[in-house]
């Protein structure tokens, strides 16, 4: 499928541009397609994986902490009903269940910055499970279609830009993004589900021989982190006995009473300083009238998106210590995958940012809402929305942009910029997702992913205006 939307964003850009140029028109030529093309493979390149690699880097080095020290299994086989559930072709104890929890939590948070390794890392673990290299296996499409629509806690971003525009009750749309979001997330959920059962995304039997990748992130002798102490192996011989262990590999140690009385401080330590942050009054400190507006739901969501990375930062490399994991080695192990992974996204980004800035540039867009906005005004949807619902799949940068747009023109406070903030919290750019996630582990086929996500965002978009229409209308 994304083949032919691909083709078809190249093509539709220079068959417009060129109309255009016919009819005189001052914008959308084929010179705007053209500069938008160049444009995108600056920003794929510079804009993005560039700055990506050390992002990943820090990233995939805490994330082979949290492997080494057990971390990853304990977290997966504390939701492994659910994680079993939802993906049943991946084994209970495979370290790509606690990688994809991990990236859930990071997105649920909203840290963007950290969800996106995190994601990567997952699909790593997801292709050593997938017998036919190049075609994306249902729990990738799962997975895919839970991030393109997962639940986020606080859409900072668009909450950031109402609080800019000088909005009196910027905070209004964290409940109605979470409520958007949350039915969103359940139509990903049905329609992958519905979806891999068709006849034109079922999966091919296995040709004769066909085996799933050894996983390089998991030792021959334990599973991504040894998972010692926790009575879990992944790839355990006959009679559930281990395999011994790989040369010079240590498994982690369990934890001493000393190690759990650290933690315990180490957690005192933040949940002091949640309360410092988030009720500053209580500790006799000045509390500024920003803060003052706030009610103590939003201190306490915002202080905890605040605090979830220096948390994640120190916690890891805490426990890891604390479990003799020679944490500086084995971080520097991690982060070496960094260029590695942003290197195989950028022929992927290269792809789909060109695609979509010649679109752009072209003028589909306004081409597509002027079409579809006699039968929004039949459904009593508001138009001015549509521009920014076209784009939300395409370009996250690009969606900020109109955003903001729609705040200037019709207030912070107003019905449309609270909707069009709530759907910008409660959608994703699912054509960029796709293709960084697949590219990272050179996905070709991506099946039932594409309409998956876009089903998403579809339930998000009317699920958002329903809300925003019910709560502020």
């Not at 104890?93 to 997952?122: E, K, Q, V």
Request: charged share 10%; proline share 7%.
């Amino acid at each position: 499928m994304l083949n032919y939307i691909w083709l078809s964003l190249v093509v539709a850009a220079v068959l417009i541009g060129g109309w255009h140029d016919l009819t005189g028109a001052p914008t959308g030529t084929l010179k705007e397609v053209t500069g938008q093309a160049f444009e995108m493979t600056r920003v794929a390149v510079m804009d993005i994986a560039l700055p990506l690699i050390g992002i990943m880097a820090l990233w995939l080095g805490i994330m082979r902490l949290a492997e080494k020290s057990g971390l990853v299994q304990l977290l997966a086989r504390a939701f492994r009903p659910v994680m079993s559930w939802l993906f049943p072709e991946v084994p209970a104890d495979h370290p790509a269940m606690g990688a994809m929890l991990l990236n859930m939590a990071a997105n649920f948070l909203g840290l963007a910055n950290a969800a996106t390794p995190l994601g990567l890392r997952a699909m790593k673990h997801l292709e050593t499970l997938n017998p036919r290299p190049g075609t994306a296996t249902n729990a990738m499409c799962t997975f895919l279609a839970i991030n393109t629509s997962s639940i986020q806690l606080v859409p900072a971003t668009a909450v950031a830009v109402l609080v800019v525009a000088g909005s009196r009750q910027p905070y209004a749309i964290i409940g109605t993004a979470m409520l958007a979001t949350t039915f969103s997330t359940i139509a990903g959920i049905t329609a992958v589900k519905l979806l891999e059962k068709l006849p034109g995304y079922r999966l091919p039997p296995v040709a004769a021989g066909g085996a799933p990748a050894v996983d390089p992130c998991v030792s021959p002798g334990g599973n991504g982190g040894d998972g010692a102490g926790l009575g879990i192996s992944s790839d355990a011989g006959p009679g559930g006995k281990r395999p011994p262990a790989a040369a010079g590999e240590t498994p982690a140690a369990t934890l001493s009473w000393f190690g759990i009385a650290a933690l315990g401080l180490f957690f005192l330590f933040f949940v002091v300083l949640f309360g410092a942050i988030s009720f500053p009054e209580f500790f006799h400190h000045p509390v500024s009238v920003e803060l003052q507006r706030q009610p103590p739901a939003i201190r306490s969501l915002n202080t905890i998106s605040l605090l979830a990375i220096p948390f994640m930062l120190a916690f890891f490399p805490l426990y890891a210590a604390l479990r003799r994991v020679k944490v500086y080695e084995q971080f520097v192990e991690g982060a070496k995958e960094g260029w590695q992974v942003a290197a195989t996204i950028i022929p992927f980004l290269v792809a789909i940012l060109v695609a979509v800035g010649m679109f752009r540039g072209a003028g589909g867009i306004d081409l597509v809402t002027q079409a579809l906005r006699p039968v929004l005004d039949l459904i009593h949807f508001p138009a001015e929305l549509l521009p920014m619902c076209l784009m939300r799949p395409l370009s996250g940068s690009g969606t900020l942009g109109m955003f903001t747009e729609l705040v200037k023109e019709f207030g912070p406070d107003s019905l449309i910029a609270r909707t069009a903030g709530t759907i910008f919290g409660s959608t994703e750019t699912t054509f960029y997702v796709i293709a960084v996630y697949f590219g990272a582990v050179n996905i070709r086929r991506t099946r039932h992913a594409v309409p998956a996500g876009l089903i998403a965002d579809a339930v998000g978009i009317v699920a958002s205006v329903i809300v925003c229409r019910m709560m502020f209308g």
